[in-house]
């Protein structure tokens, strides 16, 4: 059906130049499922067409809520053959908050694992822009919808010409954790070059200037192996695999629903993985002990580095992992739905979070001006960034905005400007604590206690506190052959910590409440905490 010529930075476009440079390549590997580039390609060309012939058209938002699966990256890219926007549901949502998404996306296609049952049933008999439903699995029959290896039979004659640009739109629903997700709109160039390399991370030359580029990096550029460890639901992960797509990398993903350190280890094993993309310390932990209790289990001659994006990955943990696997590099990039990929930090820093040397796209906000030197206030990005988002003016005016005739994102977190120009990156502006006028972000303890041998995790939060406002808080997660009290640890951590950033309550549970992706659920984390103290 596509009868596209001219190339423009929409992806389905830039996997047409990938495809044609290395079209026998594997693109992805999922368990006992595989596919070329080409196939890649030929089978998001059947499934557009599908789509197609049932009314979805440009600007359409298809819901993709899948596992792991090659079928994600299918529906992803068919989607962007049309100018339909694709966008991630959490598969692991109940029925009121699939209602809700539902609702909220306009949703007018979507894929869904038919192994979901009743609660995407009930969901889509309550939505009324959905014009086509694809269930990818078995059972189709018994949700009304199409099956997905029927829809990839579809004739892929030239229909009506699809003319496809650069500020085709995908979008990335956030996960809820500072209120109801909500769908940031990115335009695939913007989105291309602020988070995914733009094809310049693996190739001298740099970032392309035009599509057909793409075509040099990826012959001249190393073919790599790379494993985004998160589910594609989650914008880290998808990130991560399109970066690698787009310049002609293997992507291998987890098939399994659950996250088992020693199957994470045996596919690196397997694959022969090169780099691997994990979701800050929830994962990196327990990966970590895996291979510290099993120091001969796996060899992994060909991995050499280890990334993290979405959440901090300590420095603790990073020297932890490259003392077991020395040949290796390791990085903590900051990044946020709203601003891209803004990368790790380039210089020391003995608080917060991280920092970075002085660069163009990025300044701090305070108050609805540019700091000066020595203010906090929140850090932004200008350059290339989304539209806002979906359906929500309000919410966009609050994130994205003009200064001074200048377009800006703010990424949510708190960060000082230096007097040398150098941006320090203290925490989420929207979790800090502030104790009797000082502000304490949860990240900076959260590293600290998680220094301690015994400490497995670790999440800190503020109670209520009749003089001070709020007090710090932490519950903490042990090893389990581990023992320590709360005056133990508050000594440990008094060794780095002021006395106001120092947890006065510490509750001990045997493991924490994250999100699939390893996002930390700040909210049971104080109401356990209320209940206890």
Known sequence: MDNHLTK???????????????????????????LSYLELDQQSDRLAAFLSLRGVSGGDNVGLQLTNCPAFLVGFFASCKLGAVPFNVNYRYVGSELRY????????????????GSPVLEAIARTDSLKCVIGVGAGTGDFNCHDYQQALMTDT???????????????????????MPKGVMWPHKSLFFAALGAGGWYHPAGAVSVPEDLTSRVLEGPWLRTFPVAPLIHGAALWTALGSLLVGHTIILNAE???????????????????MAIVGDAMALPLINALEQNPERWQLPYLNHVGSGGAI?????????????????????????????VGPGNRETTEGMMRYEGRPDLVVIVDDRLAQPGETGMIARRGYLPVGYYGNDQKTRETFFT????????????ARLEPDGSITV???????INTGGEK?????????????????????????????????????????????????????????????KIPRHILFAETLQRSIAGKPDYKWAKSLLLQKT
């Open 8 to 34: 423009s930075f929409n992806f389905a476009d830039l996997l047409a130049v990938v495809s044609a440079a290395v079209p026998d390549r594997p693109a992805v590997i999922c368990g006992a499922e595989s």
């Open 101 to 116: 998404l539902y609702d909220d996306s306009d949703v007018a296609a979507l894929m869904f694992n038919t192994s979901a």
């Open 157 to 179: 004659a030239p229909g009506q010409p699809v003319t496809r640009t650069d500020n085709d739109l995908m979008m990335i629903y956030t996960g809820g954790t500072t209120g």
């Open 257 to 275: 629903e659950s996250f088992v350190p020693e199957t994470i280890w045996t596919l690196v094993e397997q694959h022969q993985v090169n780099i």
């Open 313 to 341: 990955f300590s420095p603790v943990l990073q020297q932890r992992l490259q003392t077991a696997l020395p040949q290796i590099a390791t990085s903590s990039s900051l990044g946020a739905t709203e601003t891209g990929t």
């Open 403 to 414: 200064l001074e005739g200048v377009n800006y994102a703010m990424g949510g977190d708190a």
């Open 426 to 432: 203290l925490g989420r502006g929207t979790t800090c």
């Open 440 to 500: 304490v972000y949860p990240e900076e303890v959260e590293q600290i206690l998680k220094g301690h041998a015994a400490v497995a995790d670790a999440l800190v939060v503020g109670i209520p506190h009749p003089r001070w406002t709020q007090q710090v808080a932490a519950v903490v997660a042990l090893n389990a052959d581990d023992a320590i009290d709360e005056a133990e640890l508050r000594t440990y951590c008094s060794a780095s910590l002021a006395g106001y």
